[in-house]
């Protein structure tokens, strides 16, 4: 490589949990830098958690991190090209990718959702994939198997 790598940026904690995966989270919600918005939207579908999470004795915040843990996938296929075919090769996810591929799967797949809101569809969708449900989680699934189908080119891994 001729330049070298770009430095990593510090998150800050967010105001309210005191936590930097609630930054990241809203930092990969955000639309046209409108952050306020963005963790007003946050903050709305936490209050909307809060009462489930209450039954079960957790907080709001240990709810949305055991969500984005169900939803992390451990490995991903990568197309390769080997004379002249392309293969699915599967590859094991670095730490701090799994952690964005996860939060951008549970935003993409609230924003499909039907709901009124987008804090209520994100709300919906945070409490799917605590149960282990919801198309987030059904992505990391269907990952895992595709993964899993073309173990046999594994040795093709660069």
Do not use: C, W
Not at 10 to 21: A, E, G, M, R, Y
């Amino acid at each position: 490589m001729r330049k070298s790598k770009p430095k990593k940026r510090i998150i800050l904690p967010d105001p309210k949990f005191n936590d930097t995966l609630v930054t990241q989270f809203v930092n990969n919600l955000m639309f046209d830098g409108k952050k306020s918005v963005a963790y007003g939207i946050f903050y709305d579908a936490m209050d909307r958690i809060a009462d489930k999470a209450e039954k079960e004795g957790k907080s709001p915040l240990e709810v949305f991190k055991k969500a984005l843990e169900n939803i992390t996938p451990a490995v991903e296929v990568k197309s390769r090209r080997v004379g002249g075919a392309t293969f699915q090769v599967p590859t094991e996810i670095r730490p701090d990718r799994k952690v964005s591929v996860s939060m951008k799967n549970l935003i993409a797949y609230a924003r499909k959702r039907s709901g009124k809101s987008m804090a209520e569809k994100l709300a919906a969708e945070i409490v799917a994939a605590y149960n282990q449900e919801g198309g987030a989680f059904k992505r990391k699934e269907d990952m895992h198997k595709m993964a899993e189908a073309n173990r046999a080119f594994a040795h093709f891994r660069f």
